[in-house]
Nanobody, 123 residues
Framework: QVQLVASGGGLVQAGGSLRLSCAAS????????MGWFRQAPGKEREIVAA????????AYADSVKGRFTISRDNAKNTVYLQMNSLKPEDTAVYYC????????????????WGQGTQVTVSS
């Protein structure tokens, strides 16, 4: 059973930046795609960004393209989400997730989620 521990959330003003990190346990980190999801109050969880097992392919929600960057360090079993030009509508609990395939980047390609980290963007 993989464990995913997200960190880096916090309170930031609109236009600011945050970098989320997610440390994963286990020896198979480099064999699975990874992703970041978020859930705002009263809304369904949505996928924000995803990255393939090798890091060669990435995908982003339209709402964050050009502002967020997902990356991974397989030597450290860690995936990151750099968030720039933050907006109040980015406020949500952010979850990292592990995919069950090497190259699956869609919302249905993930089967394990961490505990989440709160991101709050003030206007």
């Amino acid at each position: 059973q993989v464990q995913l521990v997200a960190s880096g959330g916090g309170l930031v003003q609109a236009g600011g930046s945050l970098r989320l990190s997610c440390a994963a346990s286990g020896r198979t980190f480099s064999m699975n795609s990874m992703g970041w999801f978020r859930q705002a109050p009263g809304k369904e969880r949505e996928i924000v960004a995803a990255i393939s097992a090798t890091g060669g392919s990435t995908a982003y929600a339209d709402s964050v393209k050009g502002r967020f960057t997902i990356s991974r360090d397989n030597a450290k079993n860690t995936v990151y989400l750099q968030m720039n030009s933050l907006k109040p509508e980015d406020t949500a609990v952010y979850y990292c997730a592990r995919g069950f395939r090497r190259y699956g980047l869609g919302p249905a390609d993930f089967d394990s989620w961490g505990q989440g980290t709160q991101v709050t963007v003030s206007s």
